[in-house]
DNA sequence: CACAGGTGTTACCGGTCAGTAACTAAACCC
DNA sequence: GGGTTTAGTTACTGACCGGTAACACCTGTG
């Protein structure tokens, strides 16, 4: 059935305390592999260290996931917190930049989708500890997309939000098993004319370029 | 990490030829446990026989998975017929057959999302048997709607077809990790939003109901 | 009746899984 | 220095994994 054992070693795994770098070495191995794919012995092992050493800091594998995906979560939101510092009091520029970050993603060669939406896929058990991470991300994401087509002034910001949302889940999960294809720049596409779908003619959500 | 073990009886597995039953209380148990999770033990008892009896029809778990996916496709297929056959020279009726049957499946209760998108996120290795069902299968999916998108006059085919492709893919994913939320109605009201968006002004599409 | 093919049963293989015990070595802090 | 915390090492548990061997059975069909 295919398993994964023996990694030597991992990219950034080798830097700062064992903990981190077992953290880092389950994020690669979890994301490219499959999170039941990967047993705790060749994590330890990618992180240069040993199962013992992760036991002491990880009480079970599940809580290991969970940390897995919480720092996944955390990055996602401080792009969030960029995106608003790199186009601040521009709602619509964070918007379109998440757009196209995620659409550049999508194409990229190792992409394998959300880490998260991947995640609720092999864990389905409800009481799962990861379960609470990913529906609280997705929630989240969620609420800010919304805020920020309210903000932008946007013509039913929530189903557009939710349009933009599932358009790029979607795309994210068809790339596993379609390949890319050039979506991204289908995307943008598509994207751009949602938001103007969404835009009032009278142009109180400023000039849209191009 | 939590396994499946000892599922007494499934539904409609008590039907037919061993083989029959076998592929029945696999489709049952990989899509709602997924695939890394379910041994072929419990499934060989869950069909009320034994594992040699599986692994005399299926050489191997992987082949069996293969099957599995291979008749999910089947089915899709002969969905596709028969709504053809409900809307005979109606493209746009099919489209619409589709979207709503999609959109109401996404928010029943036992819905865990495209079990053929969930098997590419479980199974990586690009030489597994099943990811040739599997990316056989979209592609087909995706060319049919742009097909039929085509054969509805509607302008820029692919791309609406895509779009809608991804909003619905997107959405099936989403509802694992976030559960329906009174989502169907939302799709279909951006579903019908992206076809008026690809519809001729001068009516050569016909006109929209409703 | 004989023979054949599909099925059931049991026991087994080697390997891997998650998780632990007991002990040693190193780093740290006062 | 001494004491504490953290990490490494080895060996182990018991369970389960996918897959197989050998043999008994049962039900057809000629």
Redesign the interface.
Known sequence: ??AVGKVVSIGKCDGNSPRERIVAAASELFY???I??VGVETIAEAAKTNKMTLYRHFS???ELVAEYLRQLADKSTSAWARREAEHPGDPLGQVRAWLQETAARVTKGDE??CA???A??????KD?PARRV??TF??GQ?ARLIQLCAAAGLEEPE?LA??L???????R??A???GPRGLDE?LL??GE?MIR?HTRCDGAAGPLQQ
């Open positions: 059935m295919s490219r592999h499959g039941r794919a079970s594998k599940d394998r989708g998260l939406a991947n609720a896929v092999e864990l389905p058990e799962h990913i529906e997705k929630a969620r189903l939710e349009e949302f599932l358009l790029l889940e979607g795309a999960v068809t596993q098993s379609m289908r596409r598509m004319r779908a």
